[in-house]
């Protein structure tokens, strides 16, 4: 019987090598599990409903924040998604400091006339002075609608490569 072949160092840092540790660590790359791939970003659907600024609140708990949509591919993958769930939910979007002024709450990123939105026909109104936060709603076919900021909705919340440059 041979004798059983040591390894030696240069064998054992060639076998580490091989190994690519993105897929060994559920955190660095890919998405966790009960987070959604699309893009370079993760979200997460959420299955409880809160107003918007716990749904702010918990999405930072779990090192996302609330979803903010730069284009039409991002906003047609999360209204597929959201119209699988049949219900409305918020996104990072709101004018509380300033009404009218449309603000992505993460990044701080005012909305301009070049910017992506698909608010709903009519929307964003500012239904009886009270609404600053907008959401994929429901009752308008899941366009976008300023809500009250105070009511109960599910919420999305996204994690980017860069979100720890963003956040802080
Ligand atoms: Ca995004
Ligand atoms: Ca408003
Ligand atoms: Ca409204």
């Avoid at 993460?106 to 608010?119: A, G, M, Y």
């Avoid at 009519?122 to 959401?135: F, I, V």
């Avoid at 009511?151 to 490569?161: G, K, L, Q």
Wanted: hydrophobic share 35%.
């Amino acid at each position: 019987m041979p004798k059983q072949t040591m390894l030696n160092p240069m064998m054992i840092s060639w076998l580490i090598s091989q190994v690519d540790l993105r897929e060994l660590s559920p955190f660095s790359f890919g998405c966790r599990s009960g987070w959604v791939t699309h893009g370079s970003s993760c979200y997460h659907f959420s299955h409880d409903t809160e107003p918007w600024t716990g749904a702010q609140h918990f999405c930072r708990e779990m090192k996302g924040q609330l979803v903010e949509i730069n284009d039409v591919n991002e906003n047609a993958f999360i209204k597929a998604q959201v119209k699988l769930r049949k219900q409305t939910f918020w996104i990072g979007l709101t004018d509380v400091e300033e009404e009218g002024t449309w603000m992505w709450m993460n990044s701080q990123t005012l909305l301009t006339s070049d910017s992506f939105t698909n608010w709903a026909p009519g929307q964003p109104d500012n239904a009886l002075d009270n609404e600053n936060c907008a959401c994929f709603y429901m009752p308008l076919n899941f366009l976008w609608n300023d809500c009250r900021c105070h009511d109960n909705y599910y919420y999305i919340c996204e994690m980017t490569d860069h979100s720890s440059e963003i956040v802080g």
